[in-house]
């Protein structure tokens, strides 16, 4: 099958994007997916009709459906822990039982969801001007993602969020708070994560140092409900979940509350309902017509087969700022990995470097290497047909054409002899041809573009799950476990040993020169 898919690559060679527009009029409705009045619009890539045959049976035969019905119904797909996965179920709001060991997860899920709303609603009509989101990771990025995605939605307290464990983060942050109006939200699915732990400490400690009690100051969200009762948060203000929930497919649940008092429970309930629809099309919607597997067959396309190492996602709009970053965790701790799930070597590459920033500001940094750079970065646009400010509409008119001036670009290219035209009238002879040189763009540069009609709530929730569904789809083709972390385990093992040898209460010996060497940097200045 990969045979069959470089032998594709090795046909089209140097092909021209553009020329498949020019042969086939109807290109960009036959190459894009519309589902859930979304389009992603794929037609700007090397895709033809056996290429897109030739990944469709990738799917086929790494029994995709298979896998997808196995998730969706709460068996224990991810092997390494011994775990289901089912952060489907958490916007399943209206759909029917999920069984995982015989027990439906629904009941609690539910209750769980009404509680959150309870105290939702209790925070967002009390006095309390600030909420501290204290977590990292899947406890952090989704909620601080998605706060900031719908900032038009934004009517409750302030949410602030705290993730590192470097003192700077949460002092900044307390800066802004008033000590009687805060309430500190204590997200870790484990509760043991060392920089969540030392943060909620500090708050509290802060607290404290303000003449304020910290009762009722903490609530906790974690599936480890003794530990937080430990730090001292009253069980009624503990969320908890099951450990079916990944920690990066974990803001649908729990983890989403500083969101939901953010925008209100009607809101977020929308943000489920988008979630719910993308699972809905995700798991009805034939293969070719399934938005989410046709965005990981382009991925895979590019990155396993082409071997594009990275993958730019280039929001047009502002407020998916967070969104690479966000993205980064899921796609890359769930599919940066180099054994499959039978303990082998991977077949092929794992998965690629994903990173980004929001369009336009990306245009005036690092485009010039996307355009004209050595290495090919397949980029993923996203843009919304409308924004928010309405009395602002020629601010998201130029935004809307510079995103698609940006693949018009990358796909067309300049020629020398067009770039000999451009400069035709200031230079003359060699000058003229080694500045015409300088000004030639290769093109025929893949990308990919997501239009909705506006972010709101429930197009977020179905732009995350469309993601998550990728990652599943590209790991199975891939035969990854996406859902356990073990690479994130060595540094944490090595981080507490060094804690003391960092302090001074122990010595360094037995490290590497190179980490004896920078110790001793620390300690010289006064570290
Ligand atoms: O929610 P927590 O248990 O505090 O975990 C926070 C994060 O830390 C870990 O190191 C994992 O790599 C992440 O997947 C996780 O989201």
Known sequence: MWDDLKNHAARIGDRRILSLFEDNPNRATEFSTEALGMVFDYS??????????????????????????????????????????????LRNLDGGAVPVDGADVMPGVLDTLRRMEAEARALRASDV?????????????????????????HDGPRCHFVSNVDGADIADTLKLCDPERTVFIVASKTFTTIETMTNAQTAKAWLVEKGVSAEGRFIALSSNVAKAAEFGILESRVFGFEDWVGGRYSMWGPIGLSLMVAIGPENFRAFLAGGQAMDNHFRNAPPHENMAVMLALVGIWHNQVLGHATRAVLPYDNRLARLPAYLQQLEMESNGKGVSMDG????????????????????????????????????????????????????????????????????????????????????????????????????????????????????????????????????????????DQWGVELGKELATALGPMVSGEQDSAGKDGSTRALLDFIHRHGG
């Not at 001007?129 to 939605?153: C, F, K, Q």
């Not at 050595?374 to 054409?401: I, K, N, Q, S």
Request: charged content about 20%.
């Open 344 to 483: 082998a070597d991977l077949a092929c590459h794992s998965g690629p470097v994903v990173w980004g920033e929001p369009g336009t500001n990306g245009q005036h940094a690092f485009y010039q290497l996307i355009h004209q750079g050595t290495r090919v970065v397949p980029c993923e646009f996203m843009v919304a047909a409308r924004g928010h400010e309405d009395d602002l509409r020629h601010h998201h008119h130029l935004l809307v054409a510079n995103c698609l001036a940006q693949s018009e670009a990358l796909m067309r290219g300049r020629s020398l002899d067009e770039a000999r035209a451009k400069v035709a009238g200031q230079f003359t002879g060699d000058e003229l041809e080694r500045q015409a040189r300088h000004r030639v763009f290769p093109g025929n540069r893949p990308s990919t573009t997501l239009i909705y009609p506006r972010l709101d709530p429930e197009t977020l929730g179905r732009i995350i799950a469309l993601y998550e569904h990728r990652v599943f789809v590209e790991g199975v083709i891939l035969n990854i476990n996406s859902y």
């Open 129 to 153: 001007t600030d909420v501290v989101n204290i977590g990292i990771g899947g406890s952090d990025l989704g909620p601080a993602m998605a706060v900031r995605a719908l900032a038009p939605y």
């Open 44 to 89: 700007k890539t090397q895709l033809d009709e056996q290429i897109r045959g030739a990944l469709l049976a990738l799917v086929e035969r790494a029994g995709v459906a298979q896998r997808r019905e196995a998730m969706f119904t709460g068996k224990k797909i991810n092997e390494t822990e011994g775990r289901a996965v089912l952060h489907t179920a």
